[in-house]
């Protein structure tokens, strides 16, 4: 895959927000609270599908190759941390919201938040039974499926909607002014 400068500047710049995203948390087990969900569903939004999941990528290969960049120490052993699962789902989920956000001609909130809903089903869908391998198996924890769908979804989901509430509006207003000066660049 071939990319621009410019793209490759906007990949650095949201896997750089994920990060940050990381450590914006409030404390929680299984898993903290954090903005991470926020900066891939704008990754999404404003990067599409391709450039959204590659910034995840990114993200996560820093990660586990030691960058300080997870909300635990970083490194290999992390893809034994419950929370992994999420992270793969960053990925899937940049890429969803992103995928759909390029079909919309003129996005709006009802479109981009509909494509959030389902990024967000998307993290969900391989973070929680990742959760729940790990912590049954790896860790040898003695929880239940539903006890890991209630602290690792349920919890989560008040939160998530409004990241993709505050998503959808500063896309609303982002995608029209990239469209833009996408149509400016030689």
Do not use: W
């Not at 599409?48 to 990660?63: D, E, F, P, T």
């Not at 509430?165 to 896309?171: A, D, E, H, L, W």
Request: charged fraction near 10%.
């Amino acid at each position: 895959m071939k990319m621009k400068t410019r793209d490759m500047i906007l990949v650095s710049l949201f896997a750089a927000l994920a990060a940050i995203g990381a450590f914006i948390k409030i404390p929680f087990t299984p898993a903290p609270i954090t903005l991470q969900f926020l900066f891939t569903a704008l990754a999404g939004i404003m990067l599409g599908s391709r450039l959204g999941a590659a910034s995840q990528i990114v993200y996560v290969v820093l990660g586990l190759v030691g960058a300080p960049v997870f909300t635990k120490p970083s490194g290999p052993s992390y893809i034994f941390e419950p929370t992994f699962g999420y992270l793969i789902g960053f990925i899937i989920s940049a890429y969803v919201i992103g995928k759909l956000s390029e079909n919309y001609k003129n996005p709006n909130f009802q479109n981009l938040m509909f494509a959030c809903l389902l990024g967000i089903v998307a993290m969900y869908a391989i973070g929680v039974p990742y959760l729940y391998i790990i912590l049954k198996y790896v860790s040898h924890t003695s929880i239940t499926f539903m006890a890991a769908l209630r602290s690792g979804f349920i919890l989560f989901i008040p939160g998530d909607l409004i990241k993709c509430m505050v998503t959808s509006i500063i896309g609303v207003r982002i995608i029209p002014i990239l469209k833009n000066q996408i149509l400016k660049t030689p």
